[in-house]
């Protein structure tokens, strides 16, 4: 199978499940609100924007980590594509896992249902990726192994991050959120450094 194929599909699948989130949010009442209902109503919805921030955040950098590896594949086969089409599987569960986080807000076994989805994603695609460069039957045979391992250190970051994130959660409803907040940022700055060495190595 082309790759093409696999890439476009995939590309479409993450555009679908970042569009699916905004899609849960309660609508706003048509009749004339004053501004303390207003203000009550925005309130209440940031439980809500912050989950839908979380998840828009994570199928963001899964969609990087997405773009960056395929840019190495050059063709596919039936074993890869069905590790790819199971990250994919995930990557749509994510909305739904997101509309049960706000429905629940704080429910422990819900916590570890989104983060197992989450991760869900990355595992899969990591797991793409090595079998992909196994021997190099995937890729260019010119590839680096530095950039095979630093693409691969890149997919690690987002599954161990959901995964801590049920560790957060068994201590305490609040810090489920905090592990992602406080783990989105350093994912960015190690993939970024990740990146660089991988451009200097190119």
Same mark, same amino acid.
Do not use: C
């Given at each position: 199978? +082309? ?24 609508? !706003? ?17 940031? +439980?809500? !924007?912050?989950?839908? !921030? ?24 039936? @074993? ?49 990726? @090595? ?41 305490? +409803? ?6 992602? @907040?406080?783990?989105?940022? !350093? ?16």
């Amino acid at each position: 199978m +082309p790759i093409e194929r696999l890439t476009r599909v995939s590309d479409i699948i993450f555009a679908v499940a970042m569009t699916i989130l905004a899609l849960v949010f309660d609508p !706003i009442a048509t009749d004339q609100m004053s501004p303390e209902a207003v203000t009550k109503l925005l309130l209440q919805q940031i +439980p809500s !924007i912050g989950v839908y !921030i979380i998840t828009f955040v994570t199928i963001a950098f899964y969609w990087l980590n997405h773009v960056h590896q395929f840019k190495y594949y050059q063709k596919t086969d039936a @074993i890869h594509t069905f590790l790819s089409l199971l990250s994919l599987m995930f990557v749509v569960l994510l909305p739904y896992a997101s509309s049960l986080s706000e429905l629940y807000d704080g429910t422990f076994a819900i916590q570890v249902f989104y983060s197992l989805s989450a991760a869900g994603v990355g595992i899969f695609s990591t797991a793409a990726w @090595i079998y992909g460069t196994q021997n190099r039957h995937l890729v260019g045979n010119t590839l680096s192994d530095e950039t095979i391992r630093h693409v691969r250190q890149e997919g690690y970051v987002e599954p161990l991050i959901a995964l801590l994130a049920i560790a957060g959660a068994w201590l305490a +409803p609040w810090a489920w959120s905090t592990t992602f @907040i406080v783990g989105f940022p !350093i994912a960015f700055l190690i993939q970024a450094k990740l990146s660089k060495k991988d451009s200097n190595v190119v």
